[in-house]
C-alpha cells in the first residue's frame, strides 16, 4: 500500500485513474448544461382555430351583413376540416383586399352548399 504523498510506479495506474475520473466528468459536464425549456401550459392554436378567429375579427370589421350566423358556423367548420383552407383564408386575410376575401369565402360557401 502507498503512502500519501508518494509516486505511482507505473503509468498504468494513474492511467486507471483519469478513467475513472471520466465518468464523474461527464456528469460534470451535463450538469453544466442548460435544462430544457418548459412545456408550454397551453397547446398552440392550430391553423383552423387561427383562421376562425381571423374570419369572426374580419366579419366584425367588414360588417357582419355580408355573413349570416350559418355561413359563419359553415366557414369555421371548414376551417377544423381542412388546414389548406384554413392556411388559405389567412394568406387572404393578411394580404388580400376587403372584396377580395369576401368573394373567396363566398365561393368557398358555394362549393360547401353544393357538395351537401
Known amino acids: 500500500m502507498k503512502r500519501l504523498g508518494q509516486p505511482y510506479e507505473s ?11 471520466g465518468a464523474h466528468g461527464d456528469v460534470i459536464r451535463d450538469r453544466d448544461m442548460q435544462p430544457p425549456p418548459p412545456p408550454p401550459l397551453i397547446a398552440p392554436a392550430s391553423r383552423g382555430a387561427l383562421a376562425a378567429r381571423r374570419l369572426l375579427k374580419d ?34 386575410a393578411d394580404h388580400g383586399s376587403e372584396s377580395l376575401i369576401q368573394k373567396w369565402v363566398r365561393r368557398q360557401l358555394a362549393q360547401s352548399n353544393a357538395s351537401l
Open 11 to 21: 503509468a498504468s495506474a494513474i492511467d486507471g485513474l483519469s478513467g475513472d475520473f
Open 59 to 92: 366579419s366584425r370589421e367588414y360588417g357582419n351583413e355580408w355573413l349570416s350566423e350559418d355561413d359563419i358556423y359553415k366557414m369555421i367548420k371548414l376551417f377544423q376540416d381542412d388546414d389548406v383552407e384554413a392556411d388559405f383564408y389567412l394568406l387572404f
